[in-house]
Protein backbone atom coordinates (compact mmCIF):
# COMPACT_ATOMS: atom_id res chain seq x y z
CA UNK A 1 0.00 0.00 0.00
CA UNK A 2 1.82 3.56 -0.79
CA UNK A 3 2.27 5.84 1.71
CA UNK A 4 -0.47 7.80 3.37
CA UNK A 5 1.50 11.48 2.60
CA UNK A 6 1.95 13.01 -0.94
CA UNK A 7 4.78 14.10 -0.47
CA UNK A 8 5.55 15.05 -3.94
CA UNK A 9 4.69 18.27 -5.98
CA UNK A 10 3.79 17.70 -10.01
CA UNK A 11 4.83 19.88 -11.99
CA UNK A 12 2.52 22.32 -14.03
CA UNK A 13 3.73 21.01 -17.31
CA UNK A 14 2.81 16.88 -16.39
CA UNK A 15 -0.60 18.70 -15.13
CA UNK A 16 -0.72 20.57 -18.62
CA UNK A 17 -0.07 16.76 -20.17
CA UNK A 18 -2.65 14.86 -18.35
CA UNK A 19 -5.25 17.28 -17.46
CA UNK A 20 -8.15 16.35 -19.04
CA UNK A 21 -11.57 15.08 -19.42
CA UNK A 22 -11.83 11.91 -17.70
CA UNK A 23 -14.86 10.05 -14.97
CA UNK A 24 -14.68 10.44 -11.83
CA UNK A 25 -15.42 6.14 -11.34
CA UNK A 26 -17.52 6.76 -8.94
CA UNK A 27 -18.94 3.62 -11.57
CA UNK A 28 -17.28 1.57 -14.09
CA UNK A 29 -18.51 2.13 -16.97
CA UNK A 30 -19.29 6.00 -16.20
CA UNK A 31 -22.59 6.73 -16.47
CA UNK A 32 -22.54 8.48 -20.07
CA UNK A 33 -21.15 5.53 -21.23
CA UNK A 34 -24.08 3.23 -20.27
CA UNK A 35 -26.44 1.88 -23.35
CA UNK A 36 -29.18 4.02 -24.57
CA UNK A 37 -31.76 1.33 -23.28
CA UNK A 38 -31.86 -0.75 -20.37
CA UNK A 39 -34.94 -2.87 -19.11
CA UNK A 40 -36.69 -2.24 -16.07
CA UNK A 41 -37.19 -5.64 -16.06
CA UNK A 42 -33.53 -6.55 -15.65
CA UNK A 43 -34.03 -4.42 -12.40
CA UNK A 44 -36.66 -6.25 -11.47
CA UNK A 45 -34.82 -9.25 -11.64
CA UNK A 46 -31.99 -8.02 -9.61
CA UNK A 47 -34.03 -6.72 -7.09
CA UNK A 48 -35.47 -10.06 -7.05
CA UNK A 49 -32.34 -12.11 -6.73
CA UNK A 50 -31.35 -9.51 -4.05
CA UNK A 51 -34.50 -10.58 -2.44
CA UNK A 52 -33.65 -14.81 -2.55
CA UNK A 53 -30.17 -13.87 -0.95
CA UNK A 54 -31.24 -12.20 1.66
CA UNK A 55 -33.65 -14.99 2.54
CA UNK A 56 -31.05 -17.07 2.02
CA UNK A 57 -28.55 -15.16 4.38
CA UNK A 58 -30.47 -12.77 6.69
CA UNK A 59 -27.09 -11.36 7.24
CA UNK A 60 -27.01 -9.86 3.72
CA UNK A 61 -26.91 -6.29 4.46
CA UNK A 62 -27.54 -3.45 2.19
CA UNK A 63 -26.14 0.38 1.77
CA UNK A 64 -29.66 2.65 1.36
CA UNK A 65 -29.34 6.24 -0.30
CA UNK A 66 -32.40 8.98 -0.42
CA UNK A 67 -32.07 11.51 -2.54
CA UNK A 68 -33.44 14.96 -1.68
CA UNK A 69 -32.60 17.78 -4.78
CA UNK A 70 -34.35 20.83 -3.14
CA UNK A 71 -32.19 23.57 -2.40
CA UNK A 72 -32.60 27.37 -1.44
CA UNK A 73 -30.49 29.24 -3.39
CA UNK A 74 -27.97 27.96 -6.27
CA UNK A 75 -24.39 27.93 -5.84
CA UNK A 76 -22.80 28.71 -8.54
CA UNK A 77 -20.06 26.26 -8.93
CA UNK A 78 -22.47 23.50 -8.45
CA UNK A 79 -23.09 21.24 -10.92
CA UNK A 80 -25.76 18.65 -9.18
CA UNK A 81 -28.73 18.16 -10.51
CA UNK A 82 -31.03 20.47 -8.04
CA UNK A 83 -34.11 21.89 -8.20
CA UNK A 84 -33.93 25.41 -6.51
CA UNK A 85 -37.06 26.81 -4.56
CA UNK A 86 -38.69 28.21 -1.24
CA UNK A 87 -41.92 26.60 -2.33
CA UNK A 88 -41.39 24.57 1.14
CA UNK A 89 -45.02 23.13 0.11
CA UNK A 90 -43.11 20.59 -2.37
CA UNK A 91 -41.80 18.79 0.48
CA UNK A 92 -44.68 16.46 1.87
CA UNK A 93 -45.37 15.43 -1.91
CA UNK A 94 -41.62 14.56 -2.68
CA UNK A 95 -41.93 12.81 0.52
CA UNK A 96 -44.87 10.88 -0.15
CA UNK A 97 -43.87 9.83 -3.74
CA UNK A 98 -39.97 8.52 -2.15
CA UNK A 99 -42.55 6.28 0.15
CA UNK A 100 -44.35 4.98 -3.27
CA UNK A 101 -41.05 4.27 -4.53
CA UNK A 102 -39.79 2.13 -1.25
CA UNK A 103 -43.00 -0.08 -1.41
CA UNK A 104 -42.50 -0.37 -5.05
CA UNK A 105 -38.94 -1.40 -4.63
CA UNK A 106 -39.42 -3.42 -1.55
CA UNK A 107 -41.92 -5.46 -3.00
CA UNK A 108 -40.08 -6.13 -6.00
CA UNK A 109 -37.55 -7.78 -3.11
CA UNK A 110 -40.35 -9.49 -2.20
CA UNK A 111 -40.72 -11.31 1.66
CA UNK A 112 -37.02 -10.71 2.71
CA UNK A 113 -37.03 -7.95 5.11
CA UNK A 114 -33.88 -6.68 3.90
CA UNK A 115 -31.05 -5.38 6.94
CA UNK A 116 -29.75 -2.02 5.88
CA UNK A 117 -26.33 -1.55 7.80
CA UNK A 118 -25.44 1.97 6.31
CA UNK A 119 -27.64 4.53 5.08
CA UNK A 120 -27.02 8.35 4.10
CA UNK A 121 -29.53 11.17 2.60
CA UNK A 122 -27.89 13.44 0.06
CA UNK A 123 -28.88 15.84 -1.98
CA UNK A 124 -29.25 19.07 -3.28
CA UNK A 125 -30.00 19.77 1.01
CA UNK A 126 -31.75 17.34 2.77
CA UNK A 127 -32.36 19.39 5.37
CA UNK A 128 -34.21 21.31 3.12
CA UNK A 129 -37.01 19.04 4.35
CA UNK A 130 -38.48 19.97 7.45
CA UNK A 131 -37.51 17.81 10.81
CA UNK A 132 -41.16 16.37 10.21
CA UNK A 133 -40.61 15.29 6.74
CA UNK A 134 -37.28 13.66 7.49
CA UNK A 135 -39.28 11.59 10.16
CA UNK A 136 -41.56 10.59 7.74
CA UNK A 137 -39.13 9.85 5.19
CA UNK A 138 -37.29 7.13 7.93
CA UNK A 139 -40.42 5.74 8.74
CA UNK A 140 -40.88 4.81 4.98
CA UNK A 141 -37.78 3.42 4.77
CA UNK A 142 -38.22 1.59 8.35
CA UNK A 143 -41.88 -0.09 7.47
CA UNK A 144 -39.63 -1.84 4.60
CA UNK A 145 -36.21 -2.48 5.50
CA UNK A 146 -34.88 -3.34 9.02
CA UNK A 147 -32.35 -0.17 9.77
CA UNK A 148 -29.61 -2.12 12.12
CA UNK A 149 -29.19 0.02 15.64
CA UNK A 150 -25.34 0.01 14.32
CA UNK A 151 -25.80 0.92 10.95
CA UNK A 152 -23.86 4.47 9.68
CA UNK A 153 -26.49 6.86 9.23
CA UNK A 154 -25.10 10.06 7.50
CA UNK A 155 -26.75 13.35 5.78
CA UNK A 156 -25.64 16.11 3.86
CA UNK A 157 -26.28 18.92 5.67
CA UNK A 158 -26.50 23.02 4.77
CA UNK A 159 -25.16 25.13 7.83
CA UNK A 160 -26.66 28.53 6.00
CA UNK A 161 -30.13 26.60 6.33
CA UNK A 162 -29.66 24.13 8.97
CA UNK A 163 -31.35 24.32 12.51
CA UNK A 164 -29.85 23.50 15.65
CA UNK A 165 -33.32 21.52 16.39
CA UNK A 166 -32.91 19.59 13.10
CA UNK A 167 -29.92 17.92 14.54
CA UNK A 168 -31.57 17.21 17.13
CA UNK A 169 -34.07 15.68 15.25
CA UNK A 170 -31.59 14.23 13.50
CA UNK A 171 -29.92 12.57 16.14
CA UNK A 172 -32.83 11.31 17.52
CA UNK A 173 -33.08 9.61 13.90
CA UNK A 174 -29.76 7.39 14.25
CA UNK A 175 -27.72 9.99 12.55
CA UNK A 176 -23.83 9.82 13.66
CA UNK A 177 -22.52 11.08 10.29
CA UNK A 178 -23.21 14.45 8.85
CA UNK A 179 -21.08 16.16 5.72
CA UNK A 180 -21.41 19.57 5.09
CA UNK A 181 -19.90 22.05 2.22
CA UNK A 182 -17.72 24.80 2.87
CA UNK A 183 -15.85 25.30 -0.30
CA UNK A 184 -14.53 28.67 0.75
CA UNK A 185 -14.09 30.88 3.52
CA UNK A 186 -12.81 33.99 1.61
CA UNK A 187 -15.57 36.26 1.38
CA UNK A 188 -14.50 37.33 -2.00
CA UNK A 189 -14.18 33.90 -3.13
CA UNK A 190 -18.08 33.33 -1.30
CA UNK A 191 -18.88 36.80 -3.66
CA UNK A 192 -17.44 34.94 -6.71
CA UNK A 193 -19.59 31.57 -6.07
CA UNK A 194 -22.89 33.20 -4.60
CA UNK A 195 -22.33 31.45 -1.61
CA UNK A 196 -22.42 33.24 1.66
CA UNK A 197 -21.41 30.87 4.45
CA UNK A 198 -19.47 32.39 7.52
CA UNK A 199 -17.07 30.25 9.79
CA UNK A 200 -19.88 30.60 12.72
CA UNK A 201 -22.20 29.21 11.51
CA UNK A 202 -20.13 26.45 10.28
CA UNK A 203 -18.78 26.07 13.69
CA UNK A 204 -21.89 26.17 15.41
CA UNK A 205 -23.38 22.78 13.16
CA UNK A 206 -19.71 21.22 13.90
CA UNK A 207 -20.13 22.30 17.67
CA UNK A 208 -23.56 20.91 18.42
CA UNK A 209 -23.17 18.21 16.38
CA UNK A 210 -20.69 17.16 18.79
CA UNK A 211 -22.41 17.70 21.93
CA UNK A 212 -25.17 15.56 20.64
CA UNK A 213 -22.97 12.55 20.33
CA UNK A 214 -22.64 12.70 16.33
CA UNK A 215 -18.89 12.08 16.16
CA UNK A 216 -18.15 11.90 12.25
CA UNK A 217 -18.03 15.21 10.19
CA UNK A 218 -16.91 15.72 7.25
CA UNK A 219 -16.33 18.84 5.37
CA UNK A 220 -16.16 19.31 1.47
CA UNK A 221 -14.08 22.15 0.07
CA UNK A 222 -13.12 23.06 -3.14
CA UNK A 223 -9.41 24.17 -5.43
CA UNK A 224 -10.00 26.22 -8.30
CA UNK A 225 -12.94 28.52 -7.72
CA UNK A 226 -12.83 31.97 -9.03
CA UNK A 227 -11.10 34.69 -6.58
CA UNK A 228 -9.39 31.97 -4.86
CA UNK A 229 -5.59 32.40 -3.93
CA UNK A 230 -2.80 30.57 -2.20
CA UNK A 231 -3.66 32.54 0.85
CA UNK A 232 -7.10 32.48 1.23
CA UNK A 233 -6.58 28.97 0.71
CA UNK A 234 -4.78 28.03 2.83
CA UNK A 235 -6.74 30.20 5.43
CA UNK A 236 -9.79 27.92 3.92
CA UNK A 237 -7.50 24.47 5.20
CA UNK A 238 -6.42 26.15 8.59
CA UNK A 239 -10.18 26.63 9.58
CA UNK A 240 -10.94 23.02 8.38
CA UNK A 241 -8.52 21.97 10.72
CA UNK A 242 -8.86 24.24 13.41
CA UNK A 243 -12.75 22.58 13.51
CA UNK A 244 -11.33 19.32 14.06
CA UNK A 245 -13.41 17.99 11.15
CA UNK A 246 -12.92 14.15 10.56
CA UNK A 247 -12.50 13.71 7.33
CA UNK A 248 -12.04 16.17 4.45
CA UNK A 249 -12.61 16.30 0.75
CA UNK A 250 -10.96 18.63 -1.60
CA UNK A 251 -12.84 18.57 -4.43
CA UNK A 252 -11.39 19.67 -8.19
CA UNK A 253 -13.78 22.63 -9.66
CA UNK A 254 -15.23 21.44 -12.66
CA UNK A 255 -15.67 24.35 -14.93
CA UNK A 256 -18.05 23.11 -17.32
CA UNK A 257 -20.12 26.68 -18.38
CA UNK A 258 -21.19 24.69 -21.72
CA UNK A 259 -22.87 22.00 -19.97
CA UNK A 260 -23.84 23.58 -16.50
CA UNK A 261 -25.60 27.09 -17.85
CA UNK A 262 -25.46 29.01 -14.43
CA UNK A 263 -21.89 28.69 -14.66
CA UNK A 264 -21.52 31.33 -17.19
CA UNK A 265 -22.33 33.90 -14.22
CA UNK A 266 -18.57 33.26 -13.06
CA UNK A 267 -15.45 35.37 -14.76
CA UNK A 268 -13.63 33.16 -16.13
CA UNK A 269 -10.59 36.04 -15.80
CA UNK A 270 -11.29 35.33 -12.10
CA UNK A 271 -10.21 31.72 -11.84
CA UNK A 272 -6.87 30.08 -11.06
CA UNK A 273 -4.50 29.78 -13.85
CA UNK A 274 -2.76 26.28 -13.97
CA UNK A 275 0.37 26.81 -12.43
CA UNK A 276 -1.87 28.44 -9.09
CA UNK A 277 -4.45 25.18 -9.29
CA UNK A 278 -1.22 22.77 -8.92
CA UNK A 279 -0.22 24.65 -5.77
CA UNK A 280 -3.64 24.88 -4.55
CA UNK A 281 -4.11 21.27 -4.67
CA UNK A 282 -0.54 20.71 -3.49
CA UNK A 283 -1.03 22.97 -0.62
CA UNK A 284 -4.09 20.89 0.77
CA UNK A 285 -2.43 17.38 0.50
CA UNK A 286 0.20 19.45 2.60
CA UNK A 287 -1.15 20.99 5.18
CA UNK A 288 -3.89 18.00 6.05
CA UNK A 289 -1.01 15.61 5.76
CA UNK A 290 0.68 17.79 8.54
CA UNK A 291 -2.15 17.99 10.60
CA UNK A 292 -2.55 14.14 10.91
CA UNK A 293 -4.65 13.13 8.14
CA UNK A 294 -4.64 10.07 5.96
CA UNK A 295 -4.29 10.89 2.33
CA UNK A 296 -7.80 8.49 0.99
CA UNK A 297 -8.04 7.62 -2.52
CA UNK A 298 -7.35 10.76 -5.12
CA UNK A 299 -8.99 13.61 -2.91
CA UNK A 300 -10.16 12.61 0.56
CA UNK A 301 -8.08 13.02 3.96
CA UNK A 302 -9.54 11.29 7.51
CA UNK A 303 -8.01 11.33 10.92
CA UNK A 304 -5.48 8.16 10.76
CA UNK A 305 -8.47 6.81 13.54
CA UNK A 306 -11.07 7.30 11.34
CA UNK A 307 -13.49 4.32 10.24
CA UNK A 308 -12.27 5.20 6.29
CA UNK A 309 -8.94 4.83 7.30
CA UNK A 310 -9.12 1.76 8.82
CA UNK A 311 -11.51 0.87 6.12
CA UNK A 312 -8.49 1.65 3.74
CA UNK A 313 -5.60 -0.26 5.98
CA UNK A 314 -8.39 -3.02 6.34
CA UNK A 315 -8.55 -3.63 2.43
CA UNK A 316 -12.26 -2.67 2.89
CA UNK A 317 -12.59 0.49 1.41
CA UNK A 318 -15.01 0.90 -1.92
CA UNK A 319 -15.88 3.56 -4.09
CA UNK A 320 -19.56 4.07 -5.22
CA UNK A 321 -21.60 7.00 -5.88
CA UNK A 322 -21.59 8.45 -2.48
CA UNK A 323 -17.59 8.69 -2.75
CA UNK A 324 -15.53 6.35 -0.64
CA UNK A 325 -17.24 4.34 1.82
CA UNK A 326 -16.27 2.31 4.78
CA UNK A 327 -18.83 -0.87 3.27
CA UNK A 328 -17.14 -3.05 0.28
CA UNK A 329 -18.90 -5.60 -1.62
CA UNK A 330 -22.45 -3.95 -0.65
CA UNK A 331 -25.59 -3.54 -2.99
CA UNK A 332 -26.75 0.05 -2.73
CA UNK A 333 -30.58 0.54 -2.99
CA UNK A 334 -31.28 4.53 -3.91
CA UNK A 335 -34.32 6.34 -3.85
CA UNK A 336 -35.23 9.59 -4.84
CA UNK A 337 -35.24 11.74 -8.13
CA UNK A 338 -31.96 10.86 -10.59
CA UNK A 339 -30.84 8.30 -7.63
CA UNK A 340 -28.71 6.09 -8.70
CA UNK A 341 -28.60 2.20 -7.21
CA UNK A 342 -26.07 -1.18 -7.51
CA UNK A 343 -27.36 -4.55 -6.93
CA UNK A 344 -25.29 -7.49 -8.20
CA UNK A 345 -24.34 -6.83 -11.91
CA UNK A 346 -26.60 -3.74 -12.37
CA UNK A 347 -26.71 -0.07 -11.95
CA UNK A 348 -30.02 1.72 -12.38
CA UNK A 349 -30.72 5.02 -12.82
CA UNK A 350 -34.00 7.07 -11.52
CA UNK A 351 -35.14 9.88 -13.93
CA UNK A 352 -33.15 12.73 -13.61
CA UNK A 353 -36.12 15.75 -12.83
CA UNK A 354 -37.79 15.55 -9.78
CA UNK A 355 -41.26 16.52 -12.10
CA UNK A 356 -40.11 13.11 -14.42
CA UNK A 357 -39.59 11.12 -11.12
CA UNK A 358 -43.42 11.99 -9.72
CA UNK A 359 -44.65 11.32 -13.10
CA UNK A 360 -43.22 8.05 -13.30
CA UNK A 361 -44.28 6.93 -9.87
CA UNK A 362 -47.81 8.82 -10.18
CA UNK A 363 -48.26 6.55 -13.14
CA UNK A 364 -47.29 3.17 -10.95
CA UNK A 365 -44.31 2.89 -13.12
CA UNK A 366 -40.91 2.57 -12.03
CA UNK A 367 -39.10 5.86 -12.09
CA UNK A 368 -36.29 3.62 -13.40
CA UNK A 369 -34.87 5.41 -16.28
CA UNK A 370 -31.57 3.89 -17.53
CA UNK A 371 -28.86 1.30 -16.51
CA UNK A 372 -26.90 -1.81 -17.24
CA UNK A 373 -25.89 -4.88 -16.46
CA UNK A 374 -22.59 -5.73 -16.43
CA UNK A 375 -20.31 -8.10 -18.46
CA UNK A 376 -17.41 -10.19 -17.02
CA UNK A 377 -15.19 -8.14 -18.57
CA UNK A 378 -17.10 -4.81 -17.15
CA UNK A 379 -16.69 -6.87 -13.14
CA UNK A 380 -13.19 -7.17 -14.35
CA UNK A 381 -12.15 -3.82 -15.28
CA UNK A 382 -14.82 -2.34 -12.50
CA UNK A 383 -12.45 -4.23 -9.97
CA UNK A 384 -9.17 -2.97 -11.43
CA UNK A 385 -10.35 0.38 -11.79
CA UNK A 386 -11.78 0.37 -8.02
CA UNK A 387 -8.54 -0.95 -6.81
CA UNK A 388 -6.57 1.69 -8.48
CA UNK A 389 -9.13 4.61 -6.89
CA UNK A 390 -9.11 3.05 -3.40
CA UNK A 391 -5.76 1.18 -3.04
CA UNK A 392 -3.25 2.57 -5.32
CA UNK A 393 -2.02 -0.43 -6.99
CA UNK A 394 -3.31 -3.58 -8.33
CA UNK A 395 -1.89 -7.21 -9.26
CA UNK A 396 -2.24 -7.64 -13.24
CA UNK A 397 -0.28 -10.88 -12.78
CA UNK A 398 -2.92 -12.58 -10.47
CA UNK A 399 -5.81 -10.98 -12.80
CA UNK A 400 -4.43 -12.80 -15.68
CA UNK A 401 -3.41 -15.98 -13.89
CA UNK A 402 -6.89 -16.15 -12.34
CA UNK A 403 -9.09 -14.83 -15.27
CA UNK A 404 -6.82 -15.65 -18.29
CA UNK A 405 -6.79 -12.16 -19.51
CA UNK A 406 -3.80 -9.91 -19.78
CA UNK A 407 -5.52 -6.41 -19.69
CA UNK A 408 -2.28 -4.84 -21.32
CA UNK A 409 -2.61 -7.02 -24.22
CA UNK A 410 -3.81 -3.97 -26.48
CA UNK A 411 -1.43 -1.79 -28.20
CA UNK A 412 -3.03 1.15 -26.68
CA UNK A 413 -3.19 0.06 -23.00
CA UNK A 414 0.61 -0.85 -22.82
CA UNK A 415 1.69 2.28 -24.41
CA UNK A 416 -0.74 4.38 -21.94
CA UNK A 417 1.13 2.52 -19.15
CA UNK A 418 4.79 2.83 -20.61
CA UNK A 419 4.39 6.55 -20.67
CA UNK A 420 2.87 6.52 -17.23
CA UNK A 421 5.70 5.25 -15.83
CA UNK A 422 8.14 7.19 -18.54
CA UNK A 423 6.62 10.18 -16.29
CA UNK A 424 6.75 8.66 -12.89
CA UNK A 425 3.13 8.38 -12.07
CA UNK A 426 3.07 4.36 -11.83
CA UNK A 427 5.96 1.69 -11.05
CA UNK A 428 5.89 -2.06 -11.64
CA UNK A 429 6.81 -3.87 -8.21
CA UNK A 430 6.70 -7.52 -9.78
CA UNK A 431 3.66 -7.73 -11.86
CA UNK A 432 1.83 -5.42 -9.28
CA UNK A 433 1.21 -2.08 -10.74
CA UNK A 434 1.94 0.73 -8.32
CA UNK A 435 0.53 4.13 -8.19
CA UNK A 436 3.77 6.14 -7.14
CA UNK A 437 3.11 8.84 -4.52
CA UNK A 438 3.70 11.79 -7.81
CA UNK A 439 0.72 9.05 -9.60
CA UNK A 440 -1.88 9.61 -7.19
CA UNK A 441 -3.06 13.10 -8.38
CA UNK A 442 -2.95 11.67 -11.74
CA UNK A 443 -5.07 8.20 -10.78
CA UNK A 444 -7.62 8.75 -12.82
CA UNK A 445 -6.00 9.33 -15.81
CA UNK A 446 -4.06 6.01 -14.69
CA UNK A 447 -7.57 3.87 -14.09
CA UNK A 448 -8.79 5.87 -17.79
CA UNK A 449 -5.87 3.11 -19.07
CA UNK A 450 -8.11 0.42 -18.33
CA UNK A 451 -11.54 2.13 -19.43
CA UNK A 452 -12.81 0.00 -22.14
CA UNK A 453 -15.35 2.53 -23.38
CA UNK A 454 -13.46 5.85 -23.55
CA UNK A 455 -13.03 4.64 -27.06
CA UNK A 456 -15.25 3.32 -27.86
CA UNK A 457 -17.19 3.23 -31.54
CA UNK A 458 -20.48 5.63 -31.09
CA UNK A 459 -23.29 2.93 -31.72
CA UNK A 460 -22.00 1.15 -28.70
CA UNK A 461 -21.68 4.61 -26.41
CA UNK A 462 -24.77 6.27 -27.63
CA UNK A 463 -24.54 8.99 -24.62
CA UNK A 464 -21.26 9.63 -25.13
CA UNK A 465 -21.49 12.41 -27.93
CA UNK A 466 -23.02 14.83 -24.61
CA UNK A 467 -20.29 13.62 -22.54
CA UNK A 468 -18.67 16.28 -20.85
CA UNK A 469 -16.49 15.75 -18.24
CA UNK A 470 -15.03 17.08 -15.29
CA UNK A 471 -10.61 17.71 -15.42
CA UNK A 472 -8.80 14.80 -14.14
CA UNK A 473 -6.50 17.19 -12.50
S1 LIG B 1 -23.65 23.20 -3.52
FE1 LIG B 1 -25.21 22.21 -2.25
S2 LIG B 1 -26.54 23.93 -1.60
FE2 LIG B 1 -25.33 24.70 -3.34
S3 LIG B 1 -26.64 24.33 -5.14
FE3 LIG B 1 -25.26 22.54 -4.93
S4 LIG B 1 -26.41 21.05 -3.74
FE4 LIG B 1 -27.43 23.04 -3.46
Redesign the pocket.
Known sequence: MPPTIASVTPSAALVAKYGRPGPRYTSYPAVPYWPAEYPVASWREALADLGREALADPSHGVSLYVHVPF?E???L??A?N?V?TRKHERGPSYVDTVRREIDDVADAIGDARVRVSQMHWG???PTWLTSDELRSLQAAVASRFELLPDREQSIEV?PRVTTLAQLDALRELGVNRLSM?VQDTDPAVQRAIA?HQSVAQTAGIVTHARTLGIDGITVDIIYGLPEQTLDSFRRTIDTVIELGVDRVAVYNFAYLPERVKHQRAIDPAALPDADTRVELMCTASERFAAAGYDMIGMDHFARHDDELARARRDGTMQRNFMGYTTRAGQDLLAFGASAISRVGRDFAQNAKTATEYAEHVDAGRSPVVAGMRLSDDDVLRESVIAALMCYGEVDLGRIAREHGVDLLASGRARLAIEALQGDGLVRWRGETLVVTDLGRYFVRNVAMTFDAYLDGPAPTVARAPTVRFSATV
Open positions: CKRCFCCVVGGTDGR
